[in-house]
């Protein structure tokens, strides 16, 4: 762990957010490709 | 010389191919009758010959149409009058004796949100006359007109027709217009092709 | 052409037609500001500009809706765009009979409104100028952001998200004007550009509006 | 061999699915590179003590915040001139990524300016117009998802995409205009002074070096998300063409 000095709290929200912000797109894009790759291929297997 | 032609069009509804191979004509003096069961794609072939919509395939080829359909464009707050003089002025031409001509002299000065239904609906179709157009699309003009208005409606389609005008009416019922050619849409629906590799640009 | 628009403002001024609702609700927000500011003349002067500005915008929002969405639900939409005149003039008509029924009326009350907001004496005819000057453009914007959502069920809310962020050019331009009028300085610069702007937005905008409506009749 | 090749979903499904894992793998290392060189291994600065730290975050974000509506820009353009599906839902696809780039944006600009400024938030001319922009994007996504067709949907949404263009590059002037005209002389508070093409000429390569792989991490990042999201939006489009099929085949 760096020495952060007096704006330590600064630096880790910073750092905090902006990784739960791009953590969350990764995993909301993730589910819904795969909920909707389950669902298209559930489609495809009543087609034939 | 013709008012209307049509060449191997295929129209679509909501993404959806619906028909495709429709090839005809229409000459002045011609009266053309769409059936076909709900959802065969009327609408959708009607808004593609008006300009409306674009066609999948193929080309409408006209000089412009007069297009009626269910909601009329009329405006409540305006009197039968002004309503009929908006369209007209619109198209660059007279309301001449349109009013007499649907039966709606009476009620010129009335306005338009306080005629019956039938009332309405000849005022719609009094719009078709003041457009000057030699081409009518019409769908379903007849929906809520009494027998003696679809009486009314056939006699103004017949002189429409008789000074060298043309009409494509869709309708279910039977007009009472001998002389009109029948083209049954079903045959020409559309059929789910081969998708080759799963995909092409349409997704199907 | 000319049909239209004499249609359009009947249809306005005529009983529903929402003729004056616009003004009415610009009158109300004007009113409502000193209960949440408090009524002292100097802080009330000072804001005056800004919140005539603010206020005509909202005002003109108000109305966009029904740009289309009456023409559309009736069918005159689809006839108009069978009649024999372009989609680009249907669309700029509008706006323009849009203006005169909403963008005009808040024009001329602005000032009769900056009097109960105690708007400093030089500031009157630089507001009422910003705001001849600006509100044609907030009525072709609005009229753009109403063709696209024309086919929508619940449009009124997503035409507000649409078209307000495509207002800020036009409001910062025409507040300045306002405020540099209220402070005495030269309102030259921001009054070219907000002139450019709306001479812009009323040259291209109708084309952006009726490729619109196109793609929503389809 | 030409790029439009990629336009046939088939195509596109194939290249897509066999390139992404790299890019995917990519974009994690560098990412995580460049940003815990930057948390870790970076001195502080005289002036702004610890916080420049935050800068490997802020500019690639920022960055990517506008470079992803360029990509939605260009994307809408060639849908509106060559209808390919592909390009229409890639723009639809990108829209999520930059909202997050823009928010990551704007919070950590505003966690940096607490203490450099001693506010949450300055009227910038910069923070405004990126706040602007996050407005923006909420429009544009909030119209496609109001849409029903998405034929009609992409091309509704291209055409707010490049009016939408037009009016934030005359809200960015504005702004800046709007912002001087208030505050003459308080430029102390531009937010130049820390990001963008000023921070290269004022900061030594202690910070220039991590900061560049920090925001080549971000482009993989966004290149990755936005070809996972894509190829989740063509199955969806499929599947939305599969369901209109089988209801023109009961009637």
């Given at each position: 762990?760096?020495?952060?000095?007096?704006?330590?709290?600064?630096?880790?929200?910073?750092?905090?957010?902006?990784?739960?912000?791009?953590?969350?797109?990764?995993?909301?894009?993730?589910?819904?490709?795969?909920?909707?790759?389950?669902?298209?291929?559930?489609?495809?297997?009543?087609?034939? | 010389?013709?008012?209307?032609?049509?060449?191997?069009?295929?129209?679509?509804?909501?993404?959806?191919?619906?028909?495709?191979?429709?090839?005809?004509?229409?000459?002045?003096?011609?009266?053309?009758?769409?059936?076909?069961?709900?959802?065969?794609?009327?609408?959708?072939?009607?808004?593609?010959?008006?300009?409306?919509?674009?066609?999948?395939?193929?080309?409408?080829?006209?000089?412009?149409?007069?297009?009626?359909?269910?909601?009329?464009?009329?405006?409540?707050?305006?009197?039968?009058?002004?309503?009929?003089?908006?369209?007209?002025?619109?198209?660059?031409?007279?309301?001449?004796?349109?009013?007499?001509?649907?039966?709606?002299?009476?009620?010129?000065?009335?306005?338009?949100?306080?005629?019956?239904?039938?009332?309405?609906?000849?005022?719609?179709?009094?719009?078709?006359?003041?457009?000057?157009?030699?081409?009518?699309?019409?769908?379903?003009?007849?929906?809520?007109?009494?027998?003696?208005?679809?009486?009314?409606?056939?006699?103004?389609?017949?002189?429409?027709?008789?000074?060298?005008?043309?009409?494509?009416?869709?309708?279910?019922?039977?007009?009472?217009?001998?002389?009109?050619?029948?083209?049954?849409?079903?045959?020409?629906?559309?059929?789910?092709?081969?998708?080759?590799?799963?995909?092409?640009?349409a997704f199907l | 052409m000319r049909a239209l628009l004499i249609r359009d403002i009947r249809l306005?001024?005529?009983?529903?037609?929402?003729?004056?609702?616009?003004?009415?609700?610009?009158?109300?927000?004007?009113?409502?500001?000193?209960?949440?500011?408090?009524?002292?003349?100097?802080?009330?002067?000072?804001?005056?500009?800004?919140?005539?500005?603010?206020?005509?915008?909202?005002?003109?929002?108000?109305?966009?809706?029904?740009?289309?969405?009456?023409?559309?639900?009736?069918?005159?939409?689809?006839?108009?765009?069978?009649?024999?005149?372009?989609?680009?003039?249907?669309?700029?008509?509008?706006?323009?009979?849009?203006?005169?029924?909403?963008?005009?009326?808040?024009?001329?009350?602005?000032?009769?409104?900056?009097?109960?907001?105690?708007?400093?004496?030089?500031?009157?005819?630089?507001?009422?100028?910003?705001?001849?000057?600006?509100?044609?453009?907030?009525?072709?914007?609005?009229?753009?952001?109403?063709?696209?959502?024309?086919?929508?069920?619940?449009?009124?809310?997503?035409?507000?998200?649409?078209?307000?962020?495509?207002?800020?050019?036009?409001?910062?331009?025409?507040?300045?004007?306002?405020?540099?009028?209220?402070?005495?300085?030269?309102?030259?610069?921001?009054?070219?550009?907000?002139?450019?702007?709306?001479?812009?937005?009323?040259?291209?905008?109708?084309?952006?509006?009726?490729?619109?409506?196109?793609?929503?009749?389809? | 061999?030409?790029?439009?090749?990629?336009?046939?979903?088939?195509?596109?499904?194939?290249?897509?699915?066999?390139?992404?894992?790299?890019?995917?793998?990519?974009?994690?290392?560098?990412?995580?590179?460049?940003?815990?060189?930057?948390?870790?291994?970076?001195?502080?600065?005289?002036?702004?003590?610890?916080?420049?730290?935050?800068?490997?975050?802020?500019?690639?974000?920022?960055?990517?915040?506008?470079?992803?509506?360029?990509?939605?820009?260009?994307?809408?353009?060639?849908?509106?001139?060559?209808?390919?599906?592909?390009?229409?839902?890639?723009?639809?696809?990108?829209?999520?990524?930059?909202?997050?780039?823009?928010?990551?944006?704007?919070?950590?600009?505003?966690?940096?300016?607490?203490?450099?400024?001693?506010?949450?938030?300055?009227?910038?001319?910069?923070?405004?117009?990126?706040?602007?922009?996050?407005?923006?994007?909420?429009?544009?996504?909030?119209?496609?998802?109001?849409?029903?067709?998405?034929?009609?949907?992409?091309?509704?949404?291209?055409?707010?995409?490049?009016?939408?263009?037009?009016?934030?590059?005359?809200?960015?002037?504005?702004?800046?205009?709007?912002?001087?005209?208030?505050?003459?002389?308080?430029?102390?508070?531009?937010?130049?002074?820390?990001?963008?093409?000023?921070?290269?000429?004022?900061?030594?390569?202690?910070?220039?070096?991590?900061?560049?792989?920090?925001?080549?991490?971000?482009v993989l990042l966004f290149i990755a998300l936005v070809l996972l999201r894509t190829r989740t939006?063509?199955?969806?489009?499929?599947?939305?063409?599969?369901?209109?099929?089988?209801?023109?085949?009961?009637?």
């Open positions: 762990m760096p020495e952060l000095g007096k704006y330590a709290g600064e630096v880790l929200a910073a750092y905090g957010g902006s990784i739960a912000i791009l953590g969350g797109l990764v995993w909301l894009s993730i589910r819904s490709g795969a909920k909707v790759r389950a669902r298209l291929r559930a489609m495809e297997e009543t087609r034939k | 010389m013709s008012l209307l032609r049509a060449e191997g069009l295929a129209v679509a509804r909501g993404g959806v191919p619906v028909l495709e191979g429709l090839t005809f004509e229409l000459a002045p003096g011609e009266v053309l009758v769409l059936r076909g069961p709900n959802g065969v794609g009327k609408t959708s072939l009607l808004r593609v010959l008006a300009g409306l919509a674009e066609p999948l395939e193929g080309a409408v080829e006209s000089e412009g149409a007069g297009y009626a359909a269910h909601a009329d464009g009329l405006k409540a707050t305006l009197t039968v009058r002004e309503n009929l003089g908006f369209w007209a002025e619109l198209h660059g031409a007279q309301v001449g004796d349109a009013l007499e001509r649907m039966n709606l002299a009476a009620l010129a000065e009335r306005q338009a949100g306080s005629l019956s239904a039938g009332q309405k609906r000849r005022l719609g179709l009094a719009r078709l006359l003041v457009t000057g157009r030699a081409l009518w699309l019409l769908d379903e003009p007849t929906v809520s007109l009494d027998a003696d208005s679809v009486a009314l409606f056939a006699g103004v389609v017949r002189a429409h027709v008789a000074a060298g005008g043309a009409a494509v009416i869709a309708t279910h019922i039977s007009l009472g217009l001998e002389e009109a050619r029948v083209l049954e849409l079903g045959g020409y629906k559309a059929v789910e092709r081969a998708a080759p590799g799963g995909f092409d640009e | 306005a001024v005529r009983a529903g037609g929402g003729f004056g609702l616009a003004l009415a609700f610009f009158l109300i927000v004007v009113v409502l500001v000193p209960f949440a500011v408090g009524p002292q003349p100097d802080v009330l002067g000072e804001i005056a500009a800004g919140v005539l500005w603010l206020g005509a915008l909202l005002a003109c929002l108000l109305s966009l809706d029904r740009i289309f969405a009456l023409d559309h639900e009736d069918g005159s939409l689809d006839l108009l765009a069978t009649a024999p005149v372009p989609m680009e003039g249907v669309v700029a008509v509008k706006a323009l009979a849009h203006w005169l029924t909403t963008g005009l009326p808040l024009v001329l009350a602005a000032p009769v409104l900056g009097v109960l907001l105690h708007l400093p004496e030089p500031g009157f005819v630089w507001l009422t100028v910003s705001l001849a000057v600006g509100t044609p453009a907030l009525s072709v914007i609005g009229c753009f952001g109403a063709a696209l959502t024309v086919g929508l069920k619940r449009g009124g809310l997503l035409l507000s998200l649409i078209v307000l962020p495509l207002y800020v050019p036009v409001l910062i331009f025409g507040a300045e004007v306002a405020r540099r009028g209220v402070e005495g300085f030269a309102v030259g610069t921001p009054l070219a550009l907000l002139g450019g702007l709306a001479a812009g937005a009323v040259a291209l905008l109708p084309f952006a509006s009726a490729a619109a409506i196109r793609i929503n009749l389809r | 061999m030409s790029l439009w090749e990629y336009a046939n979903p088939v195509k596109f499904m194939a290249t897509s699915g066999r390139i992404l894992p790299a890019f995917a793998v990519a974009a994690a290392v560098v990412t995580l590179a460049g940003v815990a060189w930057g948390f870790f291994a970076t001195p502080e600065d005289y002036k702004q003590g610890a916080t420049v730290k935050i800068i490997f975050l802020h500019v690639p974000a920022a960055m990517m915040a506008i470079n992803a509506w360029a990509m939605m820009l260009v994307c809408s353009l060639i849908w509106v001139v060559r209808r390919h599906h592909v390009s229409a839902l890639a723009a639809k696809a990108a829209a999520p990524v930059g909202v997050a780039m823009t928010l990551i944006a704007l919070f950590t600009g505003a966690v940096w300016g607490q203490p450099m400024w001693g506010t949450w938030w300055a009227w910038d001319p910069r923070l405004t117009s990126f706040l602007i922009l996050f407005l923006f994007y909420l429009g544009y996504m909030a119209l496609w998802a109001a849409i029903d067709d998405p034929d009609t949907a992409a091309d509704l949404t291209s055409v707010l995409c490049l009016v939408g263009s037009v009016f934030a590059i005359l809200s960015r002037y504005a702004v800046n205009f709007w912002n001087q005209g208030l505050h003459q002389g308080a430029s102390v508070l531009r937010a130049g002074a820390v990001t963008g093409a000023d921070t290269e000429e004022k900061v030594s390569n202690v910070y220039a070096v991590p900061l560049f792989v920090s925001m080549a991490g971000f939006e063509i199955r969806a489009r499929r599947i939305k063409a599969l369901e209109a099929r089988a209801r023109m085949a009961d009637a």
